[in-house]
């Protein structure tokens, strides 16, 4: 009885009629990856003899699907599917003459988030959501590139989860949280807009850069985290609470199987 109470007070405070108790739901979402360098997912920098070399991370994409369980009626879990794509430019640069060379290429990933999520009402059919967890990320191959006038060269290996060997060079898992806001409805579903932030446990990619022209060779050497920042587009189907089975000791002696 006291369970019940506390289900309906919270339904309330944390729902309403949209209390995520025993719902489970799917969706769909769109996100936008984007550079920024106050967390690192910026200009990544070295210098070689004769030239230096950056590589910068470009805007990206992610796409894919979302299940949701709800646990309580202010905690569910979340999970689901996304490819990602990662847009990187390589540059190379003389410092003395300033001629610079450019390459583009894009890292592949298909990665499978699992978070924690709490959410509270701010209106109606409004609320704030937060999570945390895992993201175990797959990278199907390594990438290579060339410049145009073919002077510079980038070839980016996968780095192996093992650091002295190449055991599971595909796999890479970091720790992914993200905030938002839904606007929630019974009859077009739920509409979420956040960010995330995804912060791999080592580096995902080892990216060895060649600039050669006329008889000189410089080389250089950089490490890709695999982190991003995301604005999150997401949409949910409103899906009903699942039904419960009363056990019988909960009911009253009349209504009782035996």
Not at 98 to 110: K, L, P, V
Not at 196 to 209: D, E, G, I, V
Request: one cysteine or more; aromatic letters at 16%; glycine letters at 8%.
């Amino acid at each position: 009885m006291l369970r019940l109470l506390f289900i309906v007070i919270a339904c309330f405070w944390f729902g309403n009629s949209f209390c995520q108790e025993r719902v489970t739901t799917f969706g769909l979402q769109l996100k936008p990856l984007v550079s920024s360098n106050l967390l690192g997912t910026g200009i990544a920098q070295t210098v070689g003899d004769t030239f230096d070399f950056d590589v910068d991370q470009r805007l990206g994409y992610a796409f894919g699907g979302v299940m949701r369980k709800g646990l309580t009626p202010w905690l569910s879990i979340e999970t689901g599917i996304n490819f990602v794509r990662r847009n990187y430019e390589a540059r190379s640069f003389h410092p003395r003459n300033g001629n610079f060379d450019t390459t583009r290429f894009r890292i592949i990933a298909y990665e499978i988030p699992v978070s924690a999520l709490v959410f509270v009402r701010l209106a109606e059919q409004v609320y704030m959501d937060a999570a945390f967890g895992l993201s175990v990320n797959m990278f199907p191959s390594d990438v290579s590139s060339t410049s145009f006038d073919q002077d510079l060269f980038q070839r980016s290996f996968r780095n192996s989860w093992a650091e002295t060997s190449s055991v599971l060079p595909w796999l890479n898992v970091g720790l992914i949280a993200n905030v938002g806001f839904e606007y929630r409805t019974r009859e077009i579903g739920y509409f979420y807009f956040g960010g995330s932030y995804l912060l791999p446990f080592k580096p995902s990619y080892n990216t060895f850069l060649v600039h050669e022209k006329n008889g000189i060779r410089d080389e250089g050497f950089l490490r890709l985290t695999g982190n991003y920042i995301t604005l999150d587009f997401r949409y949910f189907f409103h899906e009903e609470p699942e039904e419960r089975e009363i056990p019988d000791d909960e009911l009253p002696a009349w209504m009782r199987k035996n």
